[in-house]
Structures are given as structure tokens and as C-alpha cells.
């Protein structure tokens, strides 16, 4: 089974830590802190006209949430780049 660190962008089968369920996970795409510098850097370039705001809308570019299908509780996050 997979651990935490070993977790892609794609539902994996897992073993829930918290109700030992095994089986597919769930994943929910949530911007992280390397979302937030991009926009902050595209503010320093003179982006302000809501173009500062691309990342958010990127799915690519959000990190990825795992949760179980039996509890709905949080196995782990992929951090799409490591911030």
C-alpha cells in the first residue's frame, strides 16, 4: 500500500490511517502556498488587471488532497510543487 509521501494526482489505493479501509481515495484540488507566490509574482510584474489572479484557475497548478471514501477524512496531500 501507499504512504503518504508516494501519494500522485490521481485517486490511489490507499489504506485509510484513521478506519484502515482499503481502497480508492478521493481527491480534491486545493491551492496551495506556491499558488499564492505566483500570484504575488505576477503583481510584482505589473499583472493587476485580474491577470495576477491565472494560477488560481490552473488546475495544474494546485496541490492535490486525498481523502477516504469511507470516513472522509484526510490521508495525505500531494504538494504539486514543493514550496
Known amino acids: 500500500m501507499l504512504q503518504k509521501s508516494e501519494?500522485?494526482?490521481?485517486?490511489?489505493?490507499?489504506?485509510c490511517p484513521h478506519c484502515k479501509y482499503q481502497g480508492y481515495s478521493f481527491v480534491e484540488r486545493d491551492p496551495g502556498c506556491?499558488?499564492?507566490l505566483m500570484c504575488t509574482g505576477c503583481?510584482?510584474?505589473?499583472?493587476v488587471a485580474?491577470?495576477?489572479l491565472m494560477p488560481c484557475v490552473v488546475t495544474d497548478f494546485k496541490?492535490?488532497?486525498h481523502y477516504c471514501v469511507n470516513?472522509?477524512?484526510?490521508?495525505?496531500?500531494?504538494?504539486?510543487?514543493?514550496?
Not at 503583481?43 to 499583472?47: A, F, H, I, S
Open 7 to 15: 501519494l500522485g494526482e490521481e485517486p490511489q489505493i490507499c489504506v
Open 34 to 36: 506556491c499558488i499564492f
Open 43 to 47: 503583481v510584482c510584474m505589473g499583472c
Open 50 to 52: 485580474g491577470c495576477c
Open 63 to 65: 496541490d492535490v488532497t
Open 71 to 83: 470516513c472522509g477524512l484526510k490521508i495525505g496531500t500531494h504538494p504539486i510543487f514543493f514550496c
